[in-house]
């Protein structure tokens, strides 16, 4: 199983404060799903932006699919995010398009027939739920709606890598368990997830998958064992007394 990331001491600063990531390295196996932990502001973000090439590090060498992507020439960019499907924190729509639009961005980019683009568009719709509401601009679309349309659009295309921050973080319970199948299907394709995450019980949703944890803008062992399930959890919580 080939590589398709690797960290080596990276280390990323914004102006000329302290380092928001320090001395970072793992490697990323093609084809396996990973979840990214950590508090807020432990430099989860930061670590996406490095992975997706919409910043540079301060230092250190990040190898993406094979080549070295610090000194990776400017022309050569866009065909690099080609094969990285992104869904922001903040979702970036693009205001005047429609859902159906937004979302068959990545294959008109890929230049894929227009019939095969709307039949794909509509399946995307139907399997978020947004069928009806395909040709709705996103000002009108709630949180959730306008997140499940930044996820659409972040995986029709099937990426092989795909980075996801907080993707569930607007949607109810049903809807992230419903869009982490759809997660774990593209992953059953060959595409490599990178989901950051709060959510525990997503993650124990997906054995087998592995961890990165940052504390402080560092990487705390490279893959920490899984937390127990729920139940266990919970009676341990009652075992002790709290």
């Known amino acids: 199983m080939a590589n398709i990331v690797q960290f080596e001491n990276v280390g990323l600063r914004y102006g000329v404060g302290e380092e928001t990531l320090c001395d970072v390295s793992f490697t990323l196996r093609s ?7 950590g508090a807020s502001g432990a430099g989860k973000t930061s670590l996406l932006r490095l992975l997706y090439l919409s910043q540079r590090p ?9 080549e070295d992507a ?3 020439p400017r022309g050569r960019l866009p065909g690099f995010r080609r094969r990285i499907g992104v869904v922001f924190q903040d979702f970036r ?10 979302i068959a961005l990545p294959l008109r980019v890929a230049g894929m027939a227009e019939s095969e683009i709307a039949r794909a568009v509509r399946e995307m719709l139907n399997w978020i ?3 009806e509401r395909a040709g709705a601009r996103p000002a009108t679309l709630s949180g959730g709606e306008q997140q ?10 099937r990426p092989e890598l795909l980075v996801a921050d907080e993707p569930t973080g607007n949607v109810d319970p049903a809807m992230a368990e ?18 950051a995450t709060h959510d ?43």
Do not use: C, K
Request: aromatic share 6%; net charge positive; no cysteine.
């Open 58 to 66: 301060s230092r250190g060498i990040i190898r993406l699919f094979g």
């Open 200 to 242: 525990w019980h997503l993650i124990e949703r997906v054995p087998g998958a592995h961890h990165l944890h940052l504390e402080h803008g560092r990487l705390v062992d490279p893959d920490p064992p899984m937390p127990p399930p729920a139940e266990a959890r919970a009676s341990t919580i009652v075992r002790s007394g709290l």
């Open 31 to 37: 084809g396996q799903f990973y979840f990214l932990t």
């Open 70 to 72: 610090v000194i990776l």
């Open 93 to 102: 729509l693009i205001p005047h398009l429609s859902a159906a639009d937004n």
């Open 178 to 195: 419903r869009l982490l199948h759809l997660f774990q299907s593209l992953h059953r394709l060959g595409t490599t997830v990178v989901m």
């Open 129 to 131: 739920g947004l069928a």
């Open 148 to 157: 499940r349309v930044a996820i659409a659009r972040a995986v029709i295309a």
